[in-house]
């Protein structure tokens, strides 16, 4: 026991009047997300949604509701060593949500766990803003969220994210892979880059080359900080534009091509009684992977753990292809016929 | 550029193999919290949950979806300390659902963030099956969630932990503090012990007074790592029980007794036009709190940091105080009249 020695929280390494600052300035951002569904009050213990969008009745017959959790892995110590963090909010968002369509859900709602060395407001709200705006890319609202101060566990200027979408889906709408069949065709959504997955590999490749993430190189045509920390896009708003035009069942599978690349996670999107064969040749992967692969990483390995060029597939009808690939042209999506599905047992060819 | 050298996702520190193997031992511990609303599939890229319990029709007529995000702070350090994970599983469940039930909300399901150095499956699963039987003690399903392994933002052994719960309630039985009025009765639910607040603070006791985390002391009755890493107490079933035995609002506010202590939360609990008032004399702190403050901590900091042995207020009109104390008592709840409410500014007082 130590005499006459007097101990507080914020000696400790926690200051909950500073925490009481930093919530009021996230409360602007937050406010940016909200639509007349959000129902919950500043400083409430949980965010409230309401699920209809009148004010009386229920706009689901069948609701089922759909939710995910995901991060952005070793992407924030490229994000806090190039001090970009806007982006690293976008992509929490996107690693979400893009998972969450997947089922043909509508997002609802999102929240967001940060854990911090030290808060440092400043700093922290250019991330906070990137959240905001990938919830309003993802028409979806930021419903609250947590942020832990923890000097212990994080090294000085590190923290860690996490975030969590809810969304909805009408029960005789989701879509979850069993009505894939041979024949269906496999259409690639671009990806805006490396997205957020396989950083450690690609820090990996940066440290072992020196090469500097200032450097603008010519066969990207932009700095390495720029092309590696681009943020994921967002495939919400084309996505479920282009479901709410059919009410018949075009897309039978989706797949968000995250870690483990188009093998795997297309794999996830179609039965066991299915093969999905991928034509590499049939879209251009960007500048980036070229270079990452250059600078040693072997092209099996590539397709292994980055998503190529291609972020999002959609599974579709033969019969309905050519008028998907319409809709998402119009919409600005840029699809690519990649692949189709083939009688099998559940696995994915690249050739 | 380095010459004949390849780089893979392994050698970089991710063992997407050892990822998998993971997976499919926690799918067990998943499964244990199943009921029939939930829909999703192994594997899948989100969680479904159905919102009614039938298979058609809707149980809840305005439904309002209810959010929350929130870890164990730096509880997460002690607890590997003491090699005690399975409660900070317990701990991370309980943390999101007090906050739940504060509206009224029925917990639906649970997802967890878990970011650590190195996947040991062996001790990890202890973690999961914590969060497992959390969500059994909540009736709420643990519908998926996200393990990443980060090797050069976690230090060796260390991990931590996020989780995201969703509950519904239907719009007219939410609770917001807004009915609440002078003369409404609080009956405070006492804590297990420190819950999952402060510990920065417990750990700087601990280590500026050389304390043995594995020593029994007397005062406590065990050991000082049993003590202090006793799990947060889950309220879902004392609480939502005596909820549903009102069709009138018994209940004005509710408030989860979190960082800040009594008078913080309490305040977020009541409206603009009250105060509150809680005799601190009402109920006995279990002995972990005398301890942590005989080793150097004020007895006002006390207040203001760990919830001295309330973890859970009820705002209860007088008229039904007397019939909610026989509930909460009937179901073992054992509740304590601890304060009234009065009128004022929003300001809580303890004497």
């Avoid at 939710?67 to 992407?75: F, N, P, R």
Wanted: aromatic share 8%; glycine share 12%; net charge positive.
């Amino acid at each position: 026991m130590v005499d006459r020695q007097s101990f507080s929280y914020k000696d400790s390494g926690v200051d909950i009047d500073a925490n009481a600052v930093w919530v009021k300035r996230i409360q602007s951002a937050m406010g940016s997300t909200y639509g007349p569904r959000v129902l919950s009050s500043a400083g409430a213990f949980a965010g409230m949604f309401r699920l209809s969008n009148g004010n009386r009745g229920n706009d689901y017959k069948q609701p089922v509701l759909v939710g995910c959790a995901d991060g952005v892995g070793t992407k924030v110590l490229l994000g806090i060593k190039a001090k970009r963090l806007f982006g690293l909010g976008i992509d929490l968002v996107a690693m979400n949500v893009n998972d969450l369509i997947t089922c043909g859900a509508e997002p609802l709602f999102f929240l967001d766990y940060l854990a911090v060395n030290k808060l440092d407001p400043n700093a922290l709200l250019e991330l906070i803003e990137g959240i905001a705006d990938g919830c309003r890319q993802a028409d979806c609202a930021l419903l609250g969220g947590e942020t832990a101060e923890m000097p212990d566990l994080y090294a000085k200027g590190d923290f860690d994210l996490a975030g969590f979408s809810v969304g909805v889906v009408e029960q005789r709408r989701t879509i979850d892979g069993q009505h894939v069949a041979p024949g269906d065709v496999l259409i690639g959504l671009p990806s805006s880059g490396v997205h957020s997955n396989g950083y450690s590999l690609v820090r990996r490749v940066i440290t072992a080359n020196k090469l500097n993430l200032k450097k603008k190189f010519d066969e990207l045509g932009e700095t390495l900080a720029e092309a590696v920390l681009k943020p994921t896009k967002i495939y919400v708003r084309d996505v479920l534009g282009l479901l709410s035009a059919y009410r018949v069942r075009a897309v039978t599978g989706m797949a968000h091509i995250t870690g483990g690349g188009l093998a795997e996670n297309v794999a996830r999107a179609i039965g066991d009684g299915c093969d999905a064969v991928i034509e590499k040749g049939s879209w251009q992967p960007p500048p980036i992977f070229p270079f990452i692969q250059k600078h040693g990483v072997k092209p099996a390995e590539m397709f292994k753990v980055f998503n190529m060029g291609i972020g999002f597939i959609l599974i579709v009808r033969s019969r309905y292809a050519a008028g998907v690939m319409r809709k998402l042209d119009d919409s600005g999506a840029s699809p690519h016929v990649v692949g189709h599905v083939t009688r099998g047992t559940g696995k994915v060819r690249l050739r």
